[in-house]
């Protein structure tokens, strides 16, 4: 089992940057792949970015692809987003989610995950 902890949300103005990061317990991070989701007021969660378990394998949203960045450290057993030129429409609560998986795969659907944290806020002023 893993507990994830997001931190790093807050107010940017638009053209900002923020980077967002997930630290998880547990010995056996290595083995989870794990991404990011976002949910906008009165919207649905939404995929955003995932990491394969040794990082070597990225995906992206094509909303934010460009502009955003995930990588992960298996030894801080940290996950982090890296967002640059962000946008209003960026402004969410932002999901941590990870998934025991013994292939180096990416994954999109938040019903492959199986941990979620709590999130963190990201509002983005015009």
């Known amino acids: 089992q893993v507990q994830l902890v997001e931190s790093g949300g807050g107010l940017v103005h638009s053209g900002g940057s923020l980077r967002l990061s997930c630290a998880a317990s547990g010995r056996t991070f290595k083995n989870y792949a794990v991404a990011w989701f976002r949910q906008a007021p009165g919207k649905l969660r939404e995929f955003v970015a995932a990491?394969?378990?040794?990082?070597?394998?990225?995906d992206y949203a094509d909303s934010v692809t460009g502009r955003f960045t995930i990588s992960r450290d298996n030894v801080k057993n940290t996950v982090d987003l890296q967002m640059n030129s962000l946008k209003p429409e960026d402004t969410a609560d932002y999901y941590c989610?990870?998934?025991?998986?013994?292939?180096?795969?990416?994954?999109?659907?938040?019903?492959?995950?199986?941990?979620w944290g709590q999130g963190t806020q990201v509002t983005v002023s015009s």
């Open positions: 990491v394969s378990r040794n990082g070597q394998s990225t």
């Open positions: 989610a990870a998934t025991l998986k013994y292939y180096n795969a990416v994954y999109r659907r938040q019903r492959d995950y199986d941990y």
